[in-house]
Structure formats: structure tokens, C-alpha cells
């Protein structure tokens, strides 16, 4: 079964800087998806970045870009020019490929973000 | 409009009691999911379905029952409430097949967070 790891529950980040979320993953298949998900205290699950595991390119939405290491089955998650809204829990999640159960969304325990002003 | 909408936001119940929780899409899609979200954040896949198959996760008691009267609705219906169920409740659509998940990320609900008291 494929487990999503964040090894950091909480993490802070001074205002304008950057800061890196970690994330590996284990699977046994060479195609899946994998996500980055904004959870603030709304309760709100919001999308903030995608990456197809078949692109070598890592994904960039903004301010948010990803450091994707097929190999090392690592996902991590670079927040540049931190501002107070990223304040949040970040989910890391991967969706297989292939439908049915494997198609379902696994999450990772996620990391607290604060942001100092 | 609201993508995905789930009501009541809130559910406050006694032990022993039934509930449901409905939830609704209008963004055309043809997957539907209820993850739970425990007390510390952890969100765990429920069910799944499409439309043509239920997908249960096994882990989850048959006192959780999902129920679809057509593609744009999945609601969850709760018998014997115990206080274990105290969660927040996350109802997602997402585009799927069946056959492969496609890159499509899955859209949330706000989440209804029910108190078994």
C-alpha cells in the first residue's frame, strides 16, 4: 500500500522568507500523481500545487514550487516570499494512476506553517 | 456557486442517535468521497464512488453507510453514533473513469464537524 510521509509537524518561517515542507512517499508504481494541499484554520481544503510523476519538470504555481525526486520518492513543497495568509497545515497527498481504490487521494499528517511578522 | 457544498456545517448529537450529512457537486464530476479528519488532522479516505462501484475503505464500520441518488449527490448516513465519530467530515468530487484517475485533483467540501456527545 502506498504511505505519504511529512517528517516535519511543525514548522515557522519569517515573513518575505522562504521555507521548504518535506514530503517522501512510498509506492511500487512508476505513474501517480502527487499534490500539496492548504488547509488554514477555515477548515478549507485548498489546492496549491499538482505534479504528474511522468514530467521531470517540478511544477510552479507563484510563489509555491516543488522539488520532485522520482528516485528518491520525494515531494517537497518551497514557499518563497512567505506572506501571513500561508499560515495553515500543508497536506501532502498522492493519487495513483489507475482508478478504482488506487485513484483514491492519500495523505500525508501534515505540517503546521506559521508565519512571523 | 459552490463547487462542493456539505451541510449542516456543524452536528452536534447524542450517542446512539442516526445522522446524515449531505453533500453535493456541480462541478460535472463523476467520483465522490468521504474522508474523516480526526483530532489531529490526519485525513483517512472513507469511501469512493463513481457511479458504478462503491469502494469501500475496510477499515470503516458498517454503521457508515454512503448513499447516491444520482451523480451530483453522496450523502453519509451514520446509525448509532458513538464517541469515537467526533470528527470533521470531508466530502470531495473529483473526474475519474474508473479505469485511471486522470490528473484531476480532488475538489473539498468546507467539512462538517460532527460532536457525539
Known amino acids: 500500500a502506498q504511505t505519504v510521509t511529512q517528517s516535519q509537524p511543525e514548522m515557522s518561517v519569517q515573513e518575505a522568507e522562504t521555507v521548504t515542507l518535506s514530503c517522501t512517499y512510498d509506492t511500487s508504481e512508476s505513474d501517480y500523481y502527487l499534490f500539496w494541499y492548504k488547509q488554514p484554520p477555515s477548515r478549507q481544503m485548498i489546492l496549491v500545487i499538482r505534479?504528474?510523476?511522468?514530467?521531470?519538470q517540478n511544477a510552479t504555481e507563484n510563489r509555491f514550487s516543488v522539488n520532485f525526486q522520482k528516485a528518491a520518492k520525494s515531494f517537497s513543497l518551497k514557499i518563497s516570499d512567505s506572506q501571513l495568509g500561508d499560515a495553515a497545515m500543508y497536506f501532502c497527498?498522492?493519487?495513483?494512476?489507475?482508478?478504482?481504490?488506487?485513484?483514491?487521494?492519500?495523505f500525508g499528517k501534515g505540517t503546521k506553517l506559521s508565519v512571523k511578522p | 456557486d459552490t463547487a462542493v457544498s456539505q451541510t449542516p456545517k456543524y452536528l452536534v448529537t447524542q450517542m446512539g442517535n442516526d445522522k446524515s450529512i449531505k453533500c453535493e457537486q456541480n462541478l460535472g464530476h463523476d467520483t465522490m468521497y468521504w474522508y474523516k479528519q480526526d483530532s489531529k488532522k490526519f485525513l483517512k479516505i472513507m469511501f469512493s464512488?463513481?457511479?458504478?462501484?462503491?469502494?469501500i475503505n475496510e477499515t470503516v464500520p458498517n454503521r457508515f453507510s454512503p448513499k447516491s441518488p444520482d451523480k451530483a449527490h453522496l450523502n453519509l448516513h451514520i446509525n448509532s453514533l458513538e464517541l469515537g465519530d467526533s470528527a470533521v467530515y470531508f466530502c470531495a468530487s473529483s473526474q475519474g473513469t474508473g479505469t485511471y484517475s486522470y490528473n484531476s485533483p480532488l475538489h473539498f467540501g468546507n467539512g462538517t464537524r460532527l460532536t457525539v456527545t
Open positions: 464512488y463513481n457511479n458504478k462501484e462503491l469502494i
Open positions: 497527498a498522492y493519487r495513483g494512476f489507475y482508478g478504482g481504490s488506487q485513484g483514491n487521494l492519500i
Open positions: 505534479q504528474e510523476a511522468y514530467k521531470q
